[in-house]
């Protein structure tokens, strides 16, 4: 793919005037976006940066997981943002929202930030943040399957967006995210996740589900609440559960409740 099919100057245009040193910039390989904008933000670099990576060789998931892409097949990206929010609590559900709503009605969010259709994972977000000398920056990476890819004998393919949004390729959704993004999170900086919450449960594919947790919980989803807890009816009461190093399933056929 050639840089020039990346939308870089229209997303730029929709941003500077929000954020006037944002810059854009399209990697033809590097091993994980993520990474290359925590050193740089180590490094002191505090500049809004949206970085894209046509290949990633180091993919990072969630919880130590490999996030694994083709180029073409999928979309990755990270924008790192100096940001001062009040209450962090939410962010990763708030990104997860601005994604659904900018990708198709279909898109279901699943707590805390996967986002999911029909089942099926379409797409997940890295938060991870730096702190240096009292200021904060956070680098949000977002990996998202465009193309449809076969299962690998033991889980069931993933969801694809052309699925749903036939011919899409990667840079067109780029273009489709990036701005209403950076809007959601300058937003969030200053109201956090509250006002989001209505949005997250229109979408929220745990509600009313019996699931269970990768720390052992076990309960009902009572949905999510204004600080982005997710809310869980369990024998003993209600639980809420905060950390994102835990992972949620919904129970399935073949799992005894
Ligand atoms: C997850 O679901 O576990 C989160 C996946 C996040 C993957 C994206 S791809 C772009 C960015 N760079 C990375 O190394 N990871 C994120």
Redesign the pocket.
């Known amino acids: 793919m050639s840089p020039n099919t990346w939308p870089a100057e229209a997303i730029w245009e929709q941003v500077y005037p929000l954020l006037p040193d944002f810059t854009v910039e399209v990697l033809p390989e590097v091993?994980?976006?993520?990474?290359e904008l925590m050193r740089r933000a180590r490094a002191g670099q505090h500049e809004p940066t949206l970085l894209v990576?046509e290949r990633?060789t180091?993919?990072?998931?969630?919880?130590g997981?490999v996030?694994q892409?083709q180029p073409g097949d999928?979309l990755?990206?990270?924008l790192s943002l100096p940001m001062a929010p009040k209450d962090w609590s939410g962010l990763s559900l708030a990104v997860g929202v601005s994604l659904a709503e900018s990708l198709h009605p279909q898109v279901g969010l699943k707590w805390p930030?996967?986002l999911w259709v029909q089942e099926r994972?379409l797409?997940?977000?890295?938060v991870e943040a730096a702190s240096m000398g009292g200021r904060s920056q956070v680098v949000i990476?977002?990996?998202l399957n465009i193309r449809p890819r076969p299962a690998d004998g033991l889980n069931t393919a993933p969801a694809a967006l052309t699925e749903w949004r036939p011919g899409i390729t990667a840079a067109e959704t780029l273009g489709l995210l990036a701005a209403p993004l950076i809007r959601t999170l300058l937003h969030f900086e200053q109201t956090g996740f509250a006002p989001l919450q209505a949005r997250f449960e229109a979408r929220d594919v745990l509600k009313g589900r019996r699931v269970h947790t990768s720390d052992g919980a076990r309960g009902t989803s009572l949905g999510v609440s204004t600080s982005g807890a997710l809310r869980l009816q369990t024998d003993a009461g209600v639980l809420d559960i905060h950390s994102s190093e835990v992972s949620v399933r919904p129970f399935s056929a073949e799992d005894k409740p």
């Open positions: 091993d994980s976006t993520n990474s990576a990633q180091a993919g990072r998931g969630r919880m997981r996030w892409s999928s990755t990206f990270s930030n996967d994972k797409g997940g977000i890295l990476g977002v990996g």
